[in-house]
């Protein structure tokens, strides 16, 4: 079991949450993104700095990943892209993308993208909050309990 990050979009708090995560269950994390990260000194914490680019980190963490593993992003594509290849996802709000939900959050998406191509103006995500980052945390917690041996 490893856990891996799409850390460019990922939410200080979120890497705070995982940072303590990763000593306390002792379950190794890495961190992918374009750009340094500063981390916490842990031999279960490490970071992969990919170049620019649209998907690079994403191809990075597809092409890391095993079955079993858990990513943490809120990437559709990704998201499906790792459950194709038997991973989990955790989207740093605390909702898990699954094969079950993936075609529909996919179609969500594209259709989105299209308005906001057209001129529409969608709005953007509700504001991180509180009550997020705590789903976020019992989620993990909960996955961790269930996958770890």
């Given amino acids: 079991m490893h856990i891996w990050v799409d850390a460019d979009a990922c939410p200080a708090v979120i890497k705070e949450i995982l940072f303590r995560t990763a000593e306390r269950r002792q379950v190794p994390l890495t961190l992918v993104a374009n750009q340094p990260l500063r981390t916490p000194p842990s031999q279960y914490i490490k970071t992969i700095q990919v170049p620019g680019g649209f998907d690079v980190a994403d191809d990075k963490i597809v092409e890391e990943i095993a079955a079993g593993d858990l990513v943490i992003s809120a990437d559709i594509p990704l998201a499906a892209a790792v459950i194709a290849k038997g991973g989990h996802v955790l989207n740093p709000r605390g909702e898990f993308y699954s094969e079950e939900n993936i075609r ?27 009550a997020d980052r705590q789903n976020f945390a019992n989620q993990l917690d909960r996955f961790l309990t269930k996958n770890m041996k």
Wanted: hydrophobic share 30%; net charge neutral.
């Fill in 104 to 130: 529909e959050r996919l179609t969500m998406r594209n259709f989105m993208d299209e308005l906001r191509g057209s001129g529409v103006n969608t709005g953007g995500p509700s504001a991180f909050s509180q």
